[in-house]
């Protein structure tokens, strides 16, 4: 990749690969379907491990001996014990969207050691979301990133405490969803019905073009090739504007069209509002999020939950996307931080007396 030495994760990866041992193992994942087996973590969000009765050895040249393989493994798993594996809950994985790049987001986990004053070693422990092309600017030298993100890391409590705090706000009040409704571009019911009346045209005039084709094609004017290239052409340009009606329909402000809607948001709120109250641990937090947040967009301190709300009315069943939209305080959360590092300090400081007030929490950092 360009670099001179390998980082943390290779060296970690070449240590735990038992391949160096003589043996590499077959048939160790499957694609997840429908629910992840009982204690599986899904991996890149689709594949689960195998149980390890189902692993195919194959022997290879050994470059390193068994004996010196089993030994690193103990070594790591005292470390990871000691340092590496407190009890992370990523509740938006699969959810954050780069908001400058578009990809995905990526969840990762760190940790400091700091000696203090005394002699004590404190662990300070760091879970974060950062984009997915920052973790992969890591591996290459910087010359030979072609496109890189700018976007920066957030600390996984900062960026879920901010969204937690917009769902109680505005995603549980009917009134201020509301007014986080996409529609049509701020259009009123008279140009919407222009609009309609567009889209209507042009889907008559895709009938008009779909017939002529037809007919070319009994005439022998067109080929089976020509015919096909020609429907499919029609195929996604009707697409496109059944799309484009279903949203100026959703967006029609009519006391009937706005009857429903107000119905379908207090609907939504209320169910949200008794599951958001529900919630008493990760998984239900987690299924909560997952059902109701297609998406969080982060870009920079400030982010946006994008979603949809069920509406059934008369011309059948259709989604009103909303987005909300909120700034993080970063200049708070820094200073809560500060507030528990200045805490954690003290406490070290004054180990000789007893201080029942004061906590050894970790300092989070932003």
């Given at each position: 990749?360009?670099?001179?030495?390998?980082?943390?994760?290779?060296?970690?990866?070449?240590?735990?690969?038992?391949?160096?041992?003589?043996?590499?193992?077959?048939?160790?994942?499957?694609?997840?379907?429908?629910?992840?087996?009982?204690?599986?973590?899904?991996?890149?969000?689709?594949?689960?491990?195998?149980?390890?009765?189902?692993?195919?050895?194959?022997?290879?040249?050994?470059?390193?001996?068994r004996e010196l393989f089993d030994q690193v493994q103990e070594r790591l798993a005292q470390h990871e014990e000691r340092y590496c594996r407190p009890q992370t809950h990523y509740l938006l994985s699969g959810l954050v969207q780069c908001g400058r790049r578009g990809s995905r987001g990526s969840s990762s986990r760190r940790w400091q050691r700091v000696v203090r004053p005394s002699g004590k070693i404190s662990i300070y422990h760091q879970s974060s979301y950062r984009c997915i092309r920052r973790a992969e600017q890591n591996q290459h030298v910087k010359n030979r990133i072609e496109q890189p993100c700018h976007n920066s890391t957030i600390a996984t409590h900062v960026l879920e405490g901010k969204v937690f705090e917009m769902i109680?706000?505005?995603?549980?009040?009917?009134?201020?969803?509301?007014?986080?409704?996409?529609?049509?571009?701020?259009?009123?019911?008279?140009?919407?019905?222009?609009?309609?009346?567009?889209?209507?045209?042009?889907?008559?005039?895709?009938?008009?073009?779909?017939?002529?084709?037809?007919?070319?094609?009994?005439?022998?004017?067109?080929?089976?090739?020509?015919y096909i290239a020609a429907n499919r052409a029609l195929d996604r340009d009707q697409e496109r504007l059944i799309r484009e009606k279903a949203e100026l329909v959703a967006a029609l402000r009519s006391p009937q069209q706005e009857d429903f809607v107000d119905a379908s948001l207090r609907q939504f709120c209320a169910a949200a509002n008794a599951h958001w109250h529900a919630c008493t641990d990760h998984?239900?937090?987690?299924?909560?999020?997952?059902?109701?947040?297609?998406?969080?967009?982060?870009?920079?301190y400030h982010v946006a939950l994008v979603g949809s709300v069920p509406v059934n009315s008369a011309s059948g069943e259709t989604k009103l996307r909303f987005r909300i939209e909120g700034e993080i305080d970063i200049a708070a959360a820094r200073s809560n931080a500060n507030r528990k590092a200045r805490l954690a300090q003290l406490q070290s400081s004054a180990e000789l007396v007893p201080a029942p007030s004061l906590t050894s929490q970790p300092a989070s950092i932003v």
């Open positions: 990749m360009g670099k001179t030495r390998w980082d943390n994760d290779r060296i970690k990866g070449m240590l735990k690969n038992e391949t160096y041992a003589g043996t590499r193992y077959f048939n160790r994942m499957t694609r997840a379907k429908g629910a992840a087996q009982e204690g599986a973590k899904p991996i890149r969000g689709q594949w689960l491990y195998r149980d390890r009765e189902e692993w195919i050895p194959v022997k290879l040249p050994a470059i390193v001996s109680r706000e505005t995603m549980l009040n009917p009134g201020k969803l509301r007014g986080c409704i996409e529609g049509a571009g701020g259009l009123d019911d008279t140009s919407i019905a222009r609009e309609l009346a567009r889209v209507a045209g042009q889907l008559g005039k895709l009938e008009e073009n779909r017939r002529k084709i037809i007919k070319g094609y009994a005439t022998e004017e067109l080929s089976g090739e020509e998984d239900a937090t987690r299924q909560f999020l997952v059902g109701r947040i297609e998406r969080v967009i982060y870009n920079r």
